[in-house]
């Protein structure tokens, strides 16, 4: 063999020809051997192979090898013929355009040329060799080594919350987004971004750099969510206030201080930190309640208890005699007829002045009052600073000895009592009724 020359011929013209070899007469219309010194003389490539001569035909004639694509050329299933116009339809229509690459073959479907270049062109040897090693710095969202790609791939579950509540935080439980975002604006960077051939280093750099600028935006905005939704944070202001006020104010405080520590901790530690510090709280007042029982000389809980009923029984009465001692006038001599005031009295002379000035309002006022001329000065006295109308004190006060006697001679009282009738106003009553001699404690 002195020289041998490949040429390809139109597809349309192969394909309305038949060749058959000259030697053994088989159908060689695919790929044959056509001698380049003898006219018309084809052969098929069995018979070029073992040598065939015939007539004025020699082996060691120049020939040319010539085919129409229709041999497998790198997998079976995809003909030469097939992987020429896939490289082409590549080239024209650009890559990814599957609908169109696969019209431009013809024979596959979008599918199977998608499959088939990736295959073979990109992960198989061929690709080893012509594409670089280096990529892209930016990630790939939408991938499963994507750093958002747990969201996008399986984005996080709806929250539960009312229309009203929804409304009131912008949330769109069916995006799973909210009408205002971490940096709202950030799209206005890439909104106008198109990518061309045509773009030196510097504008692709510039490219590059703005994409992963939003990368960055999305990755916080994802990082927000988490978090909002990690401590409970999106609901209703409602909802957040109720939840402030189980807190003291100390303890609100002490958690307003050191929010911005809880995007480093698990949610979980967080609520601990807080409880913590709640118990540290009750803890040091309780070491120090039970250090004042322990000064006191009470050794036991059952002491304790005691001395504060005593306590608020001490208290009770204190305020009491405080009281009593507003309603009754004071004391004036036979002699002079001037006022005589104790020590404690005179330290108390302008709560007596105030009283006074008070009992000559509460006068004016019930004035009318039908009831009013039935009661005594200190009776009128006592409504006064306990701001009782005249006619509700009668009823009360017919309600009380009634009560009174009846529990003296030991039968049921079955009325049932007035519903302005409170335990501090019942007690105030019958203070005020022993000290008359009406009653007895």
């Not at 030469?80 to 896939?86: F, W």
Request: net charge neutral; with cysteine; aromatic share 8%.
């Amino acid at each position: 063999m002195k020289n041998l020359q490949i040429n390809k011929i139109d597809r349309g013209k192969i394909s309305a020809a038949k060749y058959h070899c000259n030697y053994c007469h088989a159908d060689c219309s695919g790929l044959r051997v056509s001698c380049a010194e003898c006219p018309d003389f084809d052969a098929c490539i069995q018979c070029f192979a073992s040598g065939a001569e015939m007539g004025n035909h020699k082996r060691g004639h120049d020939y040319h090898l010539i085919d129409n694509g229709t041999f497998y050329l790198i997998v079976k299933g995809w003909t030469a013929d097939e992987e020429m116009l896939l490289l082409d339809a590549i080239e024209q229509h650009g890559l990814g355009n599957w609908d169109d690459i696969s019209d431009h073959v013809g024979t596959k479907s979008p599918q199977e040329t998608q499959d088939h270049f990736e295959e073979v062109y990109l992960k198989k040897n061929i690709g080893k060799v012509t594409l670089p090693k280096s990529v892209s710095h930016i990630p790939d969202h939408a991938s499963v080594e994507g750093q958002l790609s747990p969201t996008l791939l399986k984005p996080m579950e709806s929250l539960d919350l009312p229309v009203a509540e929804q409304q009131e935080l912008g949330y769109m439980m069916f995006r799973d987004d909210f009408e205002r975002e971490y940096d709202n604006d950030a799209e206005n960077l890439i909104k106008t971004l198109v990518c061309s051939r045509d773009d030196d280093e510097l504008e692709t750099a510039l490219k590059l750099q703005l994409a992963d600028m939003y990368w960055r935006v999305l990755h916080e905005r994802s990082r927000w969510k988490k978090i909002a939704r990690d401590y409970g944070l999106i609901t209703s202001k409602h909802r957040l206030i109720a939840s402030r006020r189980k807190l003291s104010k100390e303890d609100r405080e002490f958690k307003d201080k050191i929010r911005p520590f809880a995007q480093f901790v698990q949610p979980q530690q967080w609520e601990e930190l807080v409880n913590n510090r709640i118990r540290e709280r009750e803890l040091k007042a309780r070491i120090k309640e039970l250090t004042k029982y322990r000064r006191y000389g009470i050794k036991k809980l059952t002491g304790c208890q005691e001395y504060e009923d005593l306590k608020t029984q001490r208290e009770r009465k204190k305020e009491n005699r405080k009281r009593m001692q507003v309603i009754s006038p004071p004391r004036t001599t036979k002699t002079s007829g001037k006022k005589e005031f104790s020590s404690d009295d005179s330290r108390k002379k302008d709560d007596i002045d105030i009283a006074t000035k008070e009992f000559e309002e509460f006068k004016e006022k019930m004035s009318s009052d039908s009831s009013f001329h039935l009661l005594s000065d200190k009776e009128k006295h006592l409504c006064a600073a306990v701001q009782l109308r005249c006619s509700r004190y009668m009823t009360l006060k017919t309600y009380l000895l009634n009560e009174y006697a009846s529990s003296r001679m030991k039968i049921p009282h079955k009325t049932k009592p007035p519903h302005y009738l409170t335990p501090s106003l019942r007690l105030a009553l019958q203070e005020f009724f022993i000290q008359c001699g009406w009653i007895s404690e």
